[in-house]
């Protein structure tokens, strides 16, 4: 098998199995769990503190420092929104993609 992740998407409330459910998910072979919203990446980080978690919806950048606190991997949006933190390019290593278009931006 090729692929390296197995994304599992947890959104709204684990649509309506609450996230408690993101171990289960885990054992069932997903290795990565998508998300909505900040909020619940942080509540998925409560029951799982290693899975890597990705929040699809764009998410302010002041709240940067809850992000690195909970390893949670964002969604670059535009390049506005990359360009407006210095400290997202240290995390991109200088190549960054858009998921969407599959165009290498930098």
Do not use: Q, W
């Amino acid at each position: 098998n090729e692929y390296k992740y197995y994304i599992g998407v947890l959104k709204g409330n684990g649509y309506g199995h609450s996230e408690y459910i993101v171990n289960t998910m885990i054992e069932s072979g997903i290795n990565y769990i998508a998300v909505s919203s900040l909020k619940e990446a942080i509540c998925v980080r409560k029951y799982n503190k290693e899975i890597p978690i990705l929040c699809l919806e764009p998410i302010e950048l002041e709240y940067i420092d809850e992000i690195i606190k909970n390893n949670i991997t964002l969604t670059i949006h535009e390049l506005n929104y990359f360009n407006k933190s210095p400290i997202l390019s240290i995390f991109c290593n200088n190549s960054l993609y858009f998921i969407s278009s599959c165009k290498k931006l930098l």
